[in-house]
């Protein structure tokens, strides 16, 4: 654990102030480390001290204990006040304001468990679950991105679900006029000289798998992670974008139009992610009541 505050802080100074231990006692924590470990774990540097290989990969097991002494902290207070506990939840915007915000509700109606509920992409849940942050995250990850919601070992994931992706294109686009009324999928090859607007760093790479899977590129004059500003650009005929089924249950504006895409992976996996073995019935209350939502909001997986 102190090879990982070192590595976050970059000094054994630093590691002090944040800890409240003395400056001789970290140097002699790492002296003893290296003596059982045979190697040099740390090497002083002219901006402080960095790890050695050896010393980087021990630091991965001092997160990992962190994350083990988190838990016992979480079951501990469990112990003392029931089910009167509290869960951080973390979601994107799309899956917050769905199946988040319906789980939180019924968790509130019918138990006294406490849930925080915060924005966060998939990775930046995954890191603070990771660091203890978080107890648990809704996240997404693409079809056509195999590897788009890894998460690691000390992680457990269950999927939900399935969330259709969307074509969004404005009421007085050309395809629009050329369908009339037939809202049967799409060929994104139909627009190949079109702009987009692109999302989040997954959501872009998303488009330009879907993209190439119909023989172009995508021009993309436009990326940003906030729904209104994605339906705003639509709207103002500035591109076209494709969207979560889970985002249009909201809002939509009243120029905009939704089309199926013709490709079998416009489509993107629901996952319920928590720390691996943390049981605790405060997380079981809220692991159910998310399932229940996800299950009207979703396709079967």
Known sequence: ???????????????????????????????????????ALVRRTSHGVKLTRLGSMLSRYG????????????????????????????????????????????????????????????????ASLLAGRADCALIFGYDSLTSSSAVGDELSVE???RDQLLLMVRHGDALVSDRGDDRSPVSLAQLRDRHWIAGCTMCQANLLRLAGNAGFAPQISHSTEDWGATQ??????????????????????????????????????????????????????????????????????
């Open 1 to 39: 654990m102190t090879l990982r505050a070192i590595e976050r802080e970059g000094s054994f100074s630093a590691v002090a102030r944040k800890t409240g231990w003395s400056q001789p006692s970290i140097s002699r924590q790492i002296t003893e480390l290296e003596k059982e470990c045979g190697a």
């Open 63 to 126: 997160e990992l204990i962190t994350n083990r002494v988190l838990q016992a902290e979480h079951e501990i207070k469990e112990f003392h006040g029931g089910l009167a506990t509290h869960v951080q939840l973390l979601a994107p915007p799309s899956i917050c304001s769905t199946i988040a915000s319906r789980a939180v509700v019924q968790v509130g109606r019918h138990s006294n468990v406490e849930i925080s509920l915060g924005q966060s992409e998939p990775q930046e849940s995954i």
């Open 159 to 161: 999927q939900l679900g």
């Open 232 to 301: 705003n650009l639509v709207e103002m005929g500035l591109g076209v974008s494709i969207v979560p089924r889970l985002a249009t249950l909201g809002y939509i504006h009243p120029d905009l139009e939704l089309f199926p895409i013709d490709d079998d992976q416009a489509f993107r996996r629901v996952e319920f992610v928590s720390r691996r073995n943390d049981d605790r019935d405060s997380l079981t209350v809220l692991r159910n009541a998310v399932r229940l939502a996800a299950k009207a909001m979703l396709l079967p997986v």
